[in-house]
T-cell receptor, first 112, second 114 residues
Framework: GEDVEQSLFLSVREGDSSVINCTYT??????LYWYKQEPGAGLQLLTY?????DMKQDQRLTVLLNKKDKHLSLRIADTQTGDSAIYFC????????????FGAGTTVTVRA | DAMVIQNPRYQVTQFGKPVTLSCSQT?????MYWYQQKSSQAPKLLFHYYDKDFNNEADTPDNFQSRRPNTSFCFLDIRSPGLGDAAMYLCATRSLQRGQETQYFGPGTRLLVL
């Protein structure tokens, strides 16, 4: 977690957009990921972005990568109650150890 | 269809009584991982296998062991569980195919130590 930082909490109204931010320190990061974890469940891969990309869109999800600032964000459009969960940012360095470094997770609460 | 399967989903053990958690995968991925996740924390990598090559994290206690008898299965053995070992244990796999280097997680096993 020290190499990847996220804000801990986000509250958003149903129907609004959510933006979850993440910063990382390893400039050699090759892949950056967003995982979703619902209570009592494992981690679900939401989306990922390769480091040579600036943006990736997948239905309601938009990932923006600012490699210069080492900043990653996840935007969820039209946030629904089912989006309430913990969202983990993770990065994978360009090495052969195949590890992921996770942030501490952002708890997103969607209110009616 | 479940791709990374963990059994059991909930495990209760007694202080000091050995316990084994299992993970299986249908993805034929080379790499398998075990993570420990405590409440409100990020998953913490315990060890991983690249095929049969075992890689232990430096701060993983000796109390934790792992076995990977074949590509599909991986086990986590906790030799003498303490109260501090109560956590969610997550198994994950990873493809090495270029362009698909993502980790897929199982649903986790929640371990309770009495």
């Amino acid at each position: 977690g020290e190499d990847v930082e996220q804000s801990l909490f986000l509250s958003v109204r149903e129907g609004d957009s959510s933006v979850i931010n993440c910063t990382y320190t390893d400039s050699s990061s090759t892949y950056l990921y967003w995982y979703k974890q619902e209570p009592g469940a494992g981690l679900q891969l939401l989306t990922y972005i390769f480091s040579n990309m600036d943006m990736k869109q997948d239905q309601r999800l938009t990932v923006l990568l600012n490699k210069k600032d080492k900043h990653l964000s996840l935007r969820i459009a039209d946030t629904q109650t089912g989006d309430s969960a913990i969202y983990f940012c993770a990065e994978s360095p360009n090495s052969n150890d195949y590890k992921l470094s996770f942030g501490a997770g952002t708890t997103v609460t969607v209110r009616a | 269809d479940a791709m990374v399967i963990q059994n059991p989903r909930y495990q209760v053990t007694q202080f000091g009584k050995p316990v084994t958690l299992s993970c299986s995968q249908t993805l034929n991925h080379n790499v398998m991982y075990w993570y420990q996740q405590k409440s409100s924390q990020a998953p913490k990598l315990l060890f991983h296998y690249y095929d049969k090559d075992f890689n232990n994290e430096a701060d993983t206690p000796d109390n934790f062991q792992s076995r990977r008898p074949n590509t599909s299965f991986c086990f986590l053995d906790i030799r003498s569980p303490g109260l501090g070992d109560a956590a969610m244990y997550l198994c994950a796999t990873r493809s090495l195919q270029r362009g698909q280097e993502t980790q897929y997680f199982g649903p986790g096993t929640r371990l309770l130590v009495l």
